[in-house]
């Protein structure tokens, strides 16, 4: 039986809901922030239901050909499903945030527009069952994402948004000029195929090969893996749950997903290994992890030194898929939910400072803990998570990464993730220390930047408890791992079920 | 039942902390209380079930499956550790009582060290109880963790720049620390797939890199455990932290250390790898060297605290000696591991009423002041193995090492302990050059002498497997006590012969800490090293930047150019049409004339 309405209508509640608030005018905030909600929470039972499905063993498709040869796909495997739950999960917190962070501000239709938007792409990617829908959605999230990045029209905004725009097309163009070379080589791009790449191996080594670094280099823009990250940085005069979104779920995890197609569905994992292309890829991620965690030790702000550590952070997914072995494959997996998680909760964090006391600065941050106390917790939750200590989900998939490298024997694998531990908590501890043991205003020492009183409790409610349940699924996601469908779980399924090498 | 009893053990500490953040809302400050009775008795679950018997759980849903296990070594830990924090949370009410009474006066500092400490101690206490019952590694790691990270406040607490600096040194090396013990863990989980503390056990027996991952291990709990080169973090932190504080860093969380090296490194295990058995050497010289150094570098101090640090690096110090002795001669482990527990049980407790007996020589309550000075030492003369638990925990050590012929090491380890007295006898003269009277109150007092009564006895609480006690014959008791008599007259001689060569003396200002200055410098020279790289690299990106920009501009020109041909193509149209038509027309003409 193949629910094939299910991905279908999963994708169309956020391309609907984004068409539908485009329509309404400018000040109907109460309808728009309904229909947010509805179409965030609709879309979370949806895909529940799909996680249901999935995990019954079926996989609804959904087929439509647009010329001859040339279709549309989604597909809802477990893989996609994993990706897509994060995303709606995310969304839910993302647009509660968004809705009280931009209270009162101006084109507020615009940037919930666009915000659906990129989050239907973002779905897209996570269903699409072949190159070419991967394509199509993966260009329009480039393109949606665009006006939320310069929503404030600063010159800084503007200048910003023309360096991502550079990146990314430069990549959405080499990544499709690697699938006219693969279709022109197979005429087949599905993702499911069942013959796989490897009856090319033997004649066609060295086209597979630049293949392959065409596809992989055009997602890397988006992974920010170094040298192709310098957008990143940059894109942080975005709105705070822009820039939660973009570094949690939607830009950077679409080019790390896609990566993840590329390996296991495009080419196997084992023909991956048989062209080489892994100890390159594991290098380039080592290389990354380092000078990401390196580059944030040398910030003076919060959300460039979070930037940087999202680039550090983004390359374990890489790393872990380029091992070849079951307990890579699973950290990585775990790891784009959980990076996703605990990143998402340090953003909402950051901006809650910036709204509530017009903290940019981390040595401005002095005694914050005691002037917001929730918010300080969920970012200690969140930077422990990173740095990798347990209980909080990090320490899951740091370990997985960990095993996964000592059974490839790449023991300087191993190396570079307990250095990148220990950079994790140079960078991350100093901040901690500040919010818990200095004293500040809080304590009558200064001034806050730009203290604003949002709201009863230590800021706006709308801010404050998407960052308090992030920070809570991120403890819980690694304190109760073993339990069934925690991502761990999820993980492994999908990696047990269909990518075991 | 008794599940009840470990559930209330770990989530008893977790409430008693949430209460303290409840209080901190709902009470005013002027009638807060920080260390109410609720707050002293968040360990006491955990010394309940330390005393009711030997059990194992096994939870899947726990992080990478949790099991935790009540045995015949987490048993006696567990009761050591936790009464050591029961006594140290009694003695801190009456240590605090008048921070509190700052604090109730609205002094914001006050309150806040308080609600700090409040909160962050039955944290602590947490994640110690926790890695004593866990026998998997991610619960294991979870509580080192914890109770690591959790204890920076206790270091902390004063906020001078003494105790800023202490805490640094003292996360600076515990991060250290995690970063070897996670590599560790990983190496030897990874090659032997096991999730168990026992399997790490067998697994680095099994692996060829075995020695490598044990070092790692070793190394990396032993910057808790205080080794000789990564101890530097003791003598900073513990003389600035408060007298329980320290109680519990130097009698209850060193010994966390010494735990992870009896719970990973496989001791006593026959067949071990030439290696492995090398390892267990260079641990035993190690130690020794720590039991030696740091007595002789400890007596020189001026701080009794600072003093008494150095004397745990050197109890220490043998501590590691006799656990190397499970590597380097795998038959003694089974006949000398009691010994070790409860040579570390009676330190714990005896050193916790050092430490303890510091806060009372600086607030002495209205006793003889020769009695009281006499029961401060008493716990020390028991360290030296002159009387009581002292006695018995070094004669079954001892024992041991006689039965399995290493006369050797006795000799070393008793002679160590003409340090241990040399050093007791140097704190307890330091704390009456600097005592104060006034201002103790019973509940610091009475921890004290508890902690006093129950280091003497320990052997009789302690839950150990029955028979492994013995008492020493008497004729033995003049070979353990020996050292006592000698140490303090070592130091007399010494303050004697000091007393005239005062004036000349250099010696006297050796600092607290001794190699973290040296490591400190070192750093900063390596940082300004790295900053001088990372100034080159950022020019050699400016000029690459600056060089593919150029490149940009003068490809851009070109092509520019090639627009302006373009547009002057557009204009000359006509004219260029008419050329190629009389270029075509010639070369029909051409065509035809041939």
């Known amino acids: 039986m193949n629910a094939a309405w299910l991905p279908l209508t999963t994708l169309a509640v956020s391309l609907v809901a984004a068409g539908v608030i485009f329509l309404l005018p400018e000040d109907a905030r109460r309808l728009r922030t309904s229909i947010n909600l509805l179409a965030a ?191 990143l940085p940059r894109a942080m005069v975005a709105p705070a749950p822009v820039s939660a979104l973009l570094h949690a779920v939607a830009v950077v995890k679409a080019g790390a997903f896609g990566i993840l197609r590329v390996i296991y569905d495009l080419y196997g994992i084992e023909l991956s290994v048989a062209l080489g292309v892994t100890t390159v890829l594991a290098i380039a991620a080592s290389i990354t992890i380092i000078y990401g965690s390196l580059r944030a030790i040398a910030q003076q702000e919060l959300k460039p030194r979070l930037a940087f550590s999202t680039i550090s952070q983004v390359s374990y997914v890489i790393l872990g898929v380029s091992l070849f072995g079951p307990f890579g494959t699973i950290g990585a997996l775990a790891h784009l939910l959980h990076q996703g998680l605990m990143k998402v909760t340090l953003f909402f964090c950051a901006g809650n400072y910036a709204e509530e006391l017009g903290i940019h600065r981390i040595d401005e941050m002095d005694g914050a803990g ?89 800021t706006h409610g709308w801010l404050l408890w998407p960052a308090v349940f992030t920070a809570v699924v991120s403890l819980g996601a690694g304190l109760l791992a073993g339990l069934p469908f925690s991502p761990l779980d999820w993980a492994t399924r999908v990696a047990v079920g269909e990518y075991l090498p | 039942m008794i599940t009840l009893l470990l559930l209330a053990a770990l989530l008893w500490p977790l409430c008693v902390a949430g209460s303290t953040v409840w209080q901190a809302y709902r009470t005013p400050a002027a009638s807060r209380d920080y260390f109410p009775l609720l707050w002293i008795s968040a360990s006491w679950p955990a010394l309940l079930l330390a005393f009711s018997g030997e059990v194992q759980w096994t939870i899947d849903a726990w992080m990478l499956g949790g099991y935790w296990e009540l045995n015949t070594l987490s048993r006696p830990w567990l009761a050591f550790t936790a009464l050591l924090w029961s006594l140290a949370a009694a003695h801190a009410r009456g240590y605090f009582s008048a921070e509190q009474r700052k604090a109730q006066a609205g002094d914001q500092g006050a309150q806040r060290r308080c609600q700090r400490l409040a909160l962050l101690w039955p944290l602590t206490l947490l994640g110690n109880v926790l890695l004593i019952i866990a026998q998997d590694i991610a619960s294991f790691y979870l509580g080192f963790a914890l109770m690591t990270f959790a204890a920076y406040a206790l270091v902390l607490h004063s906020g001078s720049n003494e105790a800023r600096l202490g805490a640094r040194a003292y996360l600076a090396l515990a991060v250290i620390g995690e970063g070897l013990i996670l590599g560790g863990l990983l190496w030897v989980a990874g090659s032997a797939e096991t999730l168990t503390l026992k399997g790490v056990r067998e697994g680095i027996v099994a692996a060829d890199d075995g020695a490598l991952m044990a070092l790692l291990l070793w190394l990396g709990f032993g910057v808790k455990a205080g080794v000789i080169g990564l101890h530097v973090w003791l003598p900073l932190a513990h003389p600035v932290a408060p007298a329980p504080a320290s109680a519990v860093l130097s009698g209850a969380m060193i010994k966390a250390g010494l735990l992870g090296w009896i719970n990973v490194l496989p001791l006593g295990v026959d067949g071990l790898s030439p290696a492995l058995i090398q390892l267990g050497n260079i641990m035993l010289v190690a130690g020794l060297a720590a039991a030696f150094g740091a007595a002789l570098y400890g007596v020189w101090q001026r701080h009794p605290k600072a003093v008494l640090a150095y004397s745990s690096i050197s109890q220490m110090g043998m501590l590691t000696a006799m656990v190397a002795m499970g590597l380097a001669a795998p038959d003694v482990w089974s006949l000398i591991l009691p010994g070790v527990v409860l040579f570390a049980a009676h330190h714990a407790l005896a050193k916790g009423a050092l430490f303890l007996g510091t806060s009372i020589s600086e607030h002495m309550p209205r006793w003889p002041q020769p009695l009281l000075f006499a029961l401060i030492a008493l716990p020390g003369v028991s360290l030296t193995g002159a009387l009581a638990a002292g006695m018995l925990s070094k004669w079954s050590v001892k024992s041991a090492l006689y039965e399995m012929h290493h006369e050797g090491l006795i000799m070393l380890l008793t002679w160590a302990a003409i340090g241990t007295s040399a050093l007791v006898s140097v704190c307890v003269w330091r704390q009456w050059q600097q005592r104060h009277s006034g201002g103790s109150d019973a509940f610091q007092w009475g921890a004290w ?28 008791w003049l070979s353990l006590s020996w050292p006592f008599p000698v140490g303090v007259m070592v130091v007399v001689v010494g303050v004697l012969i000091g007393a005239g060569w005062r004036r000349h003396a250099v010696v006297q200002t050796l600092p607290a800490g001794d190699l973290w200055w040296l490591y400190s410098d070192l750093t900063l020279r390596g940082l300004r090293a790295l900053r001088v790289i990372a100034r080159a690299c950022e020019k050699v990106k400016m000029a690459s930047v600056t060089f593919s920009l150029a490149l940009e501009r003068t490809l851009m020109g070109h092509l520019k150019r090639g627009l302006f041909a373009e547009a002057w193509m557009r204009h000359h149209g006509s004219g260029l049409m008419m050329a190629f038509a009389v270029i075509l027309a010639l070369l029909l003409m051409w065509e035809g004339l041939r």
């Not at chain 1, 990706?83 to 507020?108: D, K, M, P, Q, V």
């Not at chain 1, 930077?383 to 990464?401: C, N, R």
């Open chain 1, 41 to 231: 929470v609709s879309k979370i039972i949806l895909v529940t239901l799909m996680v249901g499905r999935v995990s019954q063993g079926f996989e609804d498709t959904f087929s439509f050909q647009i010329v001859g040869g040339v279709e549309f796909v989604l597909r809802a495997d477990a893989l996609g499903v994993m990706f897509a739950g994060l995303s709606s999960l995310l969304w839910l917190c993302t647009t509660i945030y968004a809705i009280g962070y931009l209270e009162g501000a101006a084109n507020r239709k615009r940037f919930f527009g666009f915000f659906s938007l990129c989050v239907a792409s973002t779905l897209g990617i996570a269903l699409a069952g072949n190159l070419f829908t991967f394509l199509i959605f993966y260009e329009m999230l480039t393109l949606s994402t665009y006006p939320l990045v310069v929503h404030s029209g600063t010159a800084k905004a503007l200048a910003a948004g023309r360096v991502y725009l550079r990146y990314t097309l430069t990549g959405g163009v080499v990544l499709l000029l690697g699938v006219v070379l693969l279709y022109s080589l197979t005429g087949d791009h599905s993702f499911a195929s069942e013959r796989g790449l490897s009856p090319y191996l033997n004649d066609h080594r060295g086209l597979l090969t630049l293949i392959f670094a065409l596809l992989v280099g055009g997602l890397a823009v988006k992974a920010a893996m170094v040298p192709l990250h310098g957008w």
């Open chain 1, 370 to 458: 005691k002037r917001m106390p929730l918010t300080s917790l969920a970012f200690t939750v969140g930077a422990l998570g990173m740095i990798g200590l347990p209980p909080i989900a990090g320490f899951i998939t740091k370990w997985y990464l960990g095993v996964g490298a000592i059974q490839a024997q790449r023991y300087w694998v191993v190396a570079v993730l307990v250095a990148s531990s220990t950079l994790n908590a140079i960078y991350f501890l100093p901040v901690l220390h500040r919010l818990w043991f200095r004293e500040g205003p809080a304590h009558g020492k200064g001034e806050w930047p730009n203290e604003q009183c949002l709201g009863r409790m230590e």
């Open chain 2, 449 to 476: 002498l508890t902690a006093l009564i129950a280091a003497l006895v320990t052997p009789i609480w302690l839950p150990l497997p029955v028979g492994s006690v013995e008492v020493p014959p008497a004729s033995e």
